[in-house]
């Protein structure tokens, strides 16, 4: 099974057809639950907002 990183990889090679170009996560490169303003899947997005890392988003609670 090839590691994480070099799914990334395969997956931001250029396409034969530029209908195959998916959106994938920077981290996980999950291709599902991408969040283009941020450029991770919401998994990745909900720990990194939880770990405080991204500026402005602060985790909702009541």
Not at 13 to 28: A, D, E, F, H, P
Not at 32 to 50: E, K, Q, W, Y
Request: charged residues 25%.
């Amino acid at each position: 099974m090839a590691t994480i990183s070099s799914m990334v990889k395969m997956r931001s090679k250029s396409q034969k057809y530029t209908t195959r170009l998916r959106n994938i996560c920077r981290l996980c490169g999950r291709p599902r639950g991408f969040m283009s303003d941020f450029g991770v899947c919401r998994i990745c997005f909900r720990n990194l907002a939880h770990k405080g890392e991204i500026p402005g988003i602060t985790k909702s609670s009541w």
